[in-house]
Nanobody, 116 residues
Framework: QVQLVESGGGLVQAGGSLRLSCTAS????????MGWYRQAPEKQRELVAT???????TYADSVKDRFIISRDNAKNTVYLQMNSLKLEDTAIYYC??????????WGQGTQVTVSS
């Protein structure tokens, strides 16, 4: 079992920034790919970014050049730096272990709300 805890969400004006954190139980992050996902009201959950154990990254086109995913294996933590936030970024953000290209274990999520 893996326990993931997201934090760092909140209310922010468009154009602002937030940094999300996801901390995993144990000492496991060095071995696995991690991902950030989000789910907006009335929409299905979508991939935001991933980072492999070798720190290879992927981003959704909608966030590329605005968001940065990173990891600190010593702290068992994955981060999502979100810059130039848009109204459309409003969602609950989740982190997950990614295996075979698919999410497996979810955290509880953290709410990000962007206002105009």
């Amino acid at each position: 079992q893996v326990q993931l805890v997201e934090s760092g969400g909140g209310l922010v004006q468009a154009g602002g920034s937030l940094r999300l954190s996801c901390t995993a139980s144990g000492n496991i992050l060095r071995f696995i790919t991690m991902g950030w996902y989000r789910q907006a009201p009335e929409k299905q959950r979508e991939l935001v970014a991933t980072i492999s154990s070798a720190r290879s990254t992927t981003y959704a086109d909608s966030v590329k050049d605005r968001f940065i995913i990173s990891r600190d294996n010593a702290k068992n933590t994955v981060y999502l730096q979100m810059n130039s936030l848009k109204l459309e970024d409003t969602a609950i953000y989740y982190c997950s272990v990614v295996r075979r290209g698919s999410p497996t274990y979810w955290g509880q999520g953290t709410q990000v709300t962007v206002s105009s």
